[in-house]
């Protein structure tokens, strides 16, 4: 069966018992926690220091699912790297979605009186992740420059089609209320791309020198065997010799 709307699973009415002791597991409301879809939560450069940020933010109270986020963040940074590329900005999603949704699957349809028997509101099985968001909550903001702030506004409305809530975008500068960024990356200098063209070159070149030592090797080995060919007429003389003492 194939993902459900959004619809069905955004009501915040019935709170959900969704927790997973790690350490005590006869505590827990639920027996497994599902995958998580959203696969990054930060992206771009955070080593720059840029002067403006802007905050995606939430206008009612619903609950999103993992995909949801999944899909607005690879679109938003789709058209952020095609646009500005990867170093002009620095994107993150700024809640996580702790919340597991659960679900108490039935039949439909005829005959469903004969399957889904039992109780009414039984606690079910777990089949996702989701946030609970709040009115004025911020769930993604991106770091720019004053001269890309359209382009990256641009790139946090597309996210409007991708989620099941009223969004609003809201646009300030100071870029310290993002929190923590990430300190380690890896960063590509001018010099360490020509040591990588150089030493490409040097093995090109090895290669193309092995090549004429491997038909020098063939050559040699012809002449071994002719010497080898020059030594078995030589046998036939050598019996002269012997009759010759004889």
């Known amino acids: 069966m194939g993902l459900r709307p959004g619809r069905c699973y955004s009501s915040k009415k019935d709170r959900a018992f969704s927790r997973y002791a790690v350490k005590v597991h006869r505590k827990n409301f639920v027996g497994a926690t599902p995958g998580l879809k959203t696969r990054q939560f930060n992206m771009g450069n955070p080593l720059k220091q840029f002067t403006h940020i802007l905050d995606l933010v939430v206008e009612e109270h619903k609950q999103i699912r993992d995909n949801a986020f999944e899909s607005a963040r690879i679109a938003i940074n789709r058209y952020l790297h095609r646009e500005l590329g990867s170093d002009n900005y620095f994107m993150r999603i700024r809640v996580y979605p702790f919340q597991i949704l659960r679900e108490n699957k039935q039949a439909q349809g005829a005959g469903a009186d004969r399957v889904s028997?039992?109780?009414?509101?039984?606690?079910?099985?777990?089949?996702?992740?989701?946030?609970?968001?709040r009115p004025g909550q911020k769930i993604i903001s991106?770091?720019?420059?004053?001269?890309?702030?359209?382009?990256?506004?641009?790139?946090?409305?597309?996210?409007?089609?991708?989620?099941?809530?009223?969004?609003?975008?809201?646009?300030?500068?100071?870029?310290?209320?993002?929190?923590?960024?990430?300190?380690?990356?890896?960063?590509?200098t001018v010099e360490e791309i020509q040591a990588e063209e150089a030493e490409a070159k040097?093995?090109?070149?090895?290669?193309?020198?092995?090549?004429?030592?491997?038909?020098?090797?063939e050559g040699k080995e012809e002449t071994k065997e002719e010497g080898k060919g020059e030594r078995k007429e030589e046998k036939p003389g050598e019996k002269k010799e012997e009759g010759e003492k004889d």
């Not at 702030?149 to 809530?165: F, H, N, Y």
């Not at 093995?203 to 004429?212: D, Q, R, S």
């Open 117 to 133: 028997q039992g109780m009414s509101r039984s606690f079910g099985s777990t089949i996702g992740r989701a946030v609970r968001v």
């Open 142 to 188: 991106i770091l720019v420059d004053k001269a890309n702030v359209e382009t990256a506004k641009e790139a946090l409305l597309r996210a409007k089609s991708k989620m099941p809530v009223k969004l609003n975008v809201r646009v300030g500068t100071d870029v310290e209320s993002i929190g923590t960024r990430p300190k380690k990356v890896k960063q590509i």
């Open 202 to 217: 040097e093995k090109e070149a090895e290669k193309e020198g092995k090549k004429p030592g491997e038909k020098k090797e």
